[in-house]
């Protein structure tokens, strides 16, 4: 199961998602290139949300530049989840956001948590958190380990779950996930008011 999510039409072709790394000539674009993993969590969801799923690139730029000046991105630690869940509340009014922590889970209500959340249609945003051992995955046929970032997961079948970050598709096994989760990782989870 996966869900379409959004696309932005870049001048170099369509990305799956923003990628902060292009951001690095824009207003506060250093900031967000290298902390603003949490803002483009945000901004991607928002656009889902609103069923503005295919953007061109100008005003995807405008729409993120716009929302980092009002979310103070900090150097180190990005985005707190309660800074996420609150602009995401801001900017959708019809639906309700929460964080659950990793300690929260075991390794199967992390799985069945995801599962549920795509079921109902919403993509489930994840923050990794501080991890040493850095969190595997696979993206364009090529296996990297992540540590402090937010990415948003899009899909899942069996153990694999599809996520987007850097404006591409990657793959994870969410039990990797769970056993790799840091200290301060966890769930952000979307539900509809109606």
Same mark, same amino acid.
């Given at each position: 199961?996966?869900? #379409?999510?959004?696309?932005?039409?870049?001048?170099?072709?369509?990305?799956?998602?923003?990628?902060?790394?292009?951001?690095?000539?824009?207003?506060?674009? %250093?900031?967000? +290139?290298? /902390? &603003?993993?949490?803002?483009?969590? *945000? /901004?991607?969801?928002?656009?889902?949300?609103?069923?503005?799923?295919?953007?061109?690139?100008? #005003?995807? *730029?405008?729409? !993120?530049?716009? +929302?980092?000046? =009002?979310? &103070?991105?900090?150097?180190?630690?990005?985005?707190?989840? %309660?800074?996420?869940? +609150?602009?995401?509340? =801001?900017?959708?009014?019809?639906? !309700?956001?929460?964080?659950?922590?990793?300690?929260?889970?075991?390794?199967?209500?992390?799985?069945?948590?995801?599962?549920?959340?795509?079921?109902?249609?919403?993509?489930?945003?994840?923050?990794?958190?501080? =991890?040493?051992?850095?969190?595997?995955? %696979?993206?364009?046929?090529?296996?990297?380990?992540?540590?402090?970032?937010?990415?948003? *997961?899009?899909?899942?079948?069996?153990?694999?779950?599809?996520? /987007?970050?850097?404006?591409?598709?990657? #793959?994870?096994? /969410?039990?990797?996930?769970?056993?790799?989760? &840091?200290?301060? &990782?966890?769930?952000?989870?979307?539900?509809?008011? +109606?």
């Amino acid at each position: 199961m996966e869900i #379409e999510f959004v696309k932005v039409l870049n001048p170099w072709g369509e990305s799956y998602g923003g990628n902060q790394s292009s951001f690095q000539n824009q207003p506060n674009g %250093k900031r967000i +290139k290298r /902390c &603003g993993c949490g803002l483009m969590a *945000v /901004c991607d969801m928002t656009l889902f949300l609103q069923k503005n799923n295919h953007l061109p690139w100008t #005003e995807y *730029v405008k729409f !993120v530049c716009d +929302k980092a000046e =009002n979310l &103070g991105i900090t150097d180190t630690f990005g985005i707190p989840p %309660k800074k996420i869940i +609150k602009m995401l509340a =801001n900017s959708n009014p019809d639906y !309700v956001f929460s964080f659950t922590p990793k300690r929260k889970f075991s390794e199967n209500e992390l799985r069945d948590t995801i599962r549920k959340s795509l079921t109902a249609g919403f993509p489930v945003i994840i923050r990794a958190g501080e =991890n040493f051992r850095r969190l595997p995955y %696979k993206m364009n046929g090529a296996v990297y380990r992540m540590r402090w970032h937010y990415f948003t *997961v899009t899909g899942i079948e069996n153990d694999t779950l599809t996520f /987007c970050s850097w404006g591409r598709k990657g #793959e994870m096994r /969410c039990s990797d996930l769970y056993h790799f989760f &840091g200290f301060t &990782g966890g769930v952000i989870e979307t539900k509809s008011k +109606k």
